[in-house]
């Protein structure tokens, strides 16, 4: 986004932004201009991975008892998703999957703070392959868990056939069905991505309207270029809010499911 602001300010970067505009080029110097493997968001998503890698590593090399800043900082939030989700939405059993919810929760945090972080300023979960691909996994697995734990035709019966009457039952079965094995990924990726789809755009509107009002011809529509980036530093903040929270959100419904297919009735 940094670019294009200093492309329109001189002049040379159409308006409005558009969907195209999540759609990079590669930055290795032999890809062609359609190349996609290796673009700005797939190193992004290498540098979120080997951050918390080399972080929890480092945190966790010499472990003491009064911890350092940055041990105290990974034990917090392993604490936080140990016992604010995993203990609390599946009970003892959760401990189990909280490794996994940290993990989750960490790259998703880690990869929505990269949209307001100077020159990167784009989530990669702005593109729906990478909310997709986490719904996709959170979905094998809590049905893997749930056929674990209750055997696959006891488990496809309690996930179907809800405690009803039975002439309700040729309503109600269809309905669980694409609500449990349809809907809940294609929500929990759907969620994370509009939101940081969204994000992106209102920030890179604010943002490069204010160069437009700046570049106006009339000089009483120039000063409206300050409110504008006013109005994108504010929505800045509120970006980082929503980052955190949709990191959570995701997290917090994928031990939601797993919950649901560990629990004895349905």
């Known amino acids: 986004?940094?670019?294009?602001?200093?492309?329109?300010?001189?002049?040379?970067?159409?308006?409005?932004?558009?969907?195209?505009?999540?759609?990079l080029p590669s930055i290795l110097p032999?890809?062609?201009h359609n190349n996609y493997w290796f673009t700005k968001i797939t190193l992004m998503v290498w540098l979120a991975v080997g951050f918390l890698i080399i972080y929890f590593l480092l945190s966790y090399r010499k472990?003491?008892?009064?911890?350092?800043?940055?041990?105290?900082?990974?034990?917090?939030?392993?604490?936080?998703v140990r016992n604010n989700v995993a203990v609390e939405m599946i009970g003892h059993r959760g401990v189990a999957f909280a490794p996994y919810f940290t993990t989750l929760f960490c790259f998703i945090l880690v990869t929505n703070i990269?949209?307001?972080?100077?020159f990167l300023q784009l989530s990669p979960n702005s593109h729906i392959a990478f909310p997709a691909f986490m719904?996709?996994?959170?979905?094998?697995?809590?049905?893997?868990?749930?056929?674990?734990?209750?055997?696959?035709?006891?488990?496809?019966?309690?996930?179907?056939?809800?405690?009803?009457?039975w002439y309700i039952l040729p309503i109600l079965v269809p309905i669980e069905f694409a609500s449990t094995f349809l809907f809940?990924?294609?929500?929990?990726?759907?969620?994370?991505?509009?939101?940081?789809?969204?994000?992106?755009?209102?920030?890179?509107?604010?943002?490069?309207g204010g160069f437009v009002l700046l570049n106006a011809e009339s000089i009483f529509i120039k000063p409206a270029s300050v409110i504008s980036w006013i109005m994108a530093i504010a929505l800045t903040f509120l970006e980082a809010l929503i980052a955190v929270l949709q990191a959570y959100i995701f997290v917090v419904?994928?031990?939601s499911y797993v919950q649901g297919s560990l629990a004895d009735e349905h």
Not at 114 to 118: A, D, Q, S, V, Y
């Open 184 to 208: 809940r990924p294609i929500t929990l990726a759907l969620r994370l991505f509009a939101n940081m789809f969204a994000g992106h755009i209102i920030l890179l509107v604010f943002t490069v």
């Open 30 to 32: 032999w890809g062609e």
């Open 253 to 255: 419904l994928t031990a």
């Open 114 to 118: 990269f949209g307001i972080i100077p």
């Open 1 to 23: 986004m940094f670019g294009q602001t200093v492309a329109l300010a001189q002049s040379e970067l159409p308006w409005p932004p558009s969907v195209e505009d999540f759609f």
């Open 135 to 165: 719904a996709v996994i959170s979905y094998v697995m809590f049905i893997w868990v749930g056929i674990r734990h209750h055997g696959f035709g006891k488990y496809v019966k309690a996930s179907l056939i809800p405690p009803a009457p």
């Open 63 to 80: 472990p003491k008892l009064v911890p350092t800043k940055k041990q105290w900082i990974a034990e917090s939030v392993y604490g936080f």
